[in-house]
């Protein structure tokens, strides 16, 4: 492999397969894991769902540019490359697009801009964070509703996971 800007891997064709082939099936699963979960363990709903945004995004990077994150600070690495391969003009076009014709189904999309891919997945990644970390039982109750949970999988990942799906440069 070769080493591009000391954060991530670009991977040979042999390894890409599979690298693709294994992240369209975690983010699918964790998006059903998310939706089952939604009622009775909305903040694992919350977990699941922002993980099944990082591994679609880990598919699109690895898929279009090759790039593997490694497993040292892959939230930050995925976030990182994301957001560098979504600057190119190119993709910034199409990421607008999509957006454009996601609006009537997700209002989050009301101003495309192609940052707001990035700022859904740095939202995501704070939303997993804040229910996955040192909580007492009273305060997850509290913070985690199945209503909060289901407002996070239908307005944050259900509509990157949607622009990413189509996603193809």
């Known amino acids: 492999m070769v080493i591009f800007e000391k954060t991530w891997d670009i991977m040979d064709i042999t390894e890409k397969d599979i690298y693709v ?3 369209d099936y975690a983010y699918q699963d964790d998006l059903e894991s998310a939706e089952y979960l939604v009622e009775k363990h909305p903040r694992n709903a919350i977990v699941l769902g922002y993980y099944s945004m990082h591994n679609i995004s880990k598919k699109y990077l690895g898929d279009v540019f090759s790039i593997k994150i490694p497993q040292d600070d892959t939230h930050s690495l995925t976030l990182k490359a994301l957001k560098e391969k979504i600057s190119k003009e190119a993709t ?6 999509l957006m454009k014709k996601a609006q009537e189904e997700y209002e ?14 740095r939202h995501g990644r704070s ?3 804040s229910h996955s970390y040192y909580q007492s039982k009273q305060d997850a109750e509290k913070r985690t509703g199945s209503d909060k ?3 996070f999988i239908n307005t944050i990942v259900k509509p990157f996971i949607k622009i990413m799906n189509e ?3």
Request: proline content about 6%; glycine content about 0%.
């Open 149 to 151: 949970a289901k407002e």
């Open 108 to 121: 989050v999309f009301s101003k495309p801009k192609p940052e707001l891919l990035s700022a859904l997945l």
């Open 167 to 169: 996603l193809d440069i």
């Open 127 to 129: 939303e997993r964070a």
């Open 92 to 97: 910034r076009k199409r990421v607008i697009e």
């Open 21 to 23: 082939k294994w992240h």
